[in-house]
Structures are given as C-alpha cells and as structure tokens.
C-alpha cells in the first residue's frame, strides 16, 4: 500500500468521525506551468505533518509513514512541538493507528455526561465500538 492511499483513508475516517482534516502537501516541489520541478528555497515551517486536523479544541497532527518508513529529524521536531502545545501528534501507519490514538477523543465529552448523569441517578447504556 502507497503512503497515499494510507493518507486517503486516514482522511476518510477523520471525516467521518467529524473532524476538520486537511491533506499538507510539504515537498521541495513547486508548479511551473503544469510541470512539478524543485524548488530551492522551501516556504513554510519544515517538517509539517502530512494530515492536520481539530475537533472539539482538540488539534492533532498526523506523519503518514507506510511500514518501514520513519519520519526525518524535522518531522520528529514538529510533532515534539505540537505536543508542547497541547496537541496531539503521532506517526500513522494505518487507519487503525489514527483510531487508536485520536477515538478516546471523540468519546471524553459522552463518557464524562454519562458518568455525571449516572451520579444523578439517570440509567444511560451504550456500547463504544
């Protein structure tokens, strides 16, 4: 499987769990007239995740890895410095992997509502899939 079709379905899931996710297409590469030739000089902050995402004040940021593959230096950095901010960053190799890491996300707000209302005497049941 291509780093592309693991970034595909990555997107698909964020998606469908309510998230706002966009793709960053980070290469040394720039656009003359419909031909992609290297660019020199590389705009923006090296090392930006290949998936960015938020929900409910939660900001992730997603290195897209196939197996075998390891992020640079620079991509290590980023994820070490959304981490100091609070957010969420971690290398994927599958959808499996984003579920794990970003799903208790999407449950806190309902488990913490239905632990309150359990307190109150409310009988609530659901099942996390």
């Known amino acids: ?3 592309q079709d693991i970034q595909r379905a ?3 899931w964020l998606e ?3 998230w706002i ?3 960053i297409n980070n ?3 720039i656009s003359i007239k419909g031909r992609l030739v290297p660019c020199k000089v590389r705009p923006g902050q090296l090392g930006v ?3 960015l995402a938020f929900k409910d004040g939660v900001f992730a940021a997603i290195e897209v890895k196939v197996p075998g593959n390891y992020p640079t230096q620079n991509q290590k950095d ?3 410095k959304v981490e100091q901010n609070g957010g969420k960053a ?3 190799r599958s959808v499996d992997d984003v579920e794990q890491k970003l799903k208790p996300t999407a449950y806190r707000d309902r488990d913490e509502l239905c632990a309150e209302a359990l307190k109150n005497g409310c009988k609530i049941n659901y099942a996390k899939k």
């Open 10 to 12: 990555i997107l698909e």
């Open 21 to 23: 996710a966009i793709k």
């Open 27 to 29: 290469q040394n590469m």
């Open 16 to 18: 469908w769990n309510g």
């Open 1 to 3: 499987m291509k780093e």
């Open 90 to 92: 971690f290398v994927a």
């Open 78 to 80: 980023f994820l070490a």
């Open 49 to 51: 995740s290949d998936i």
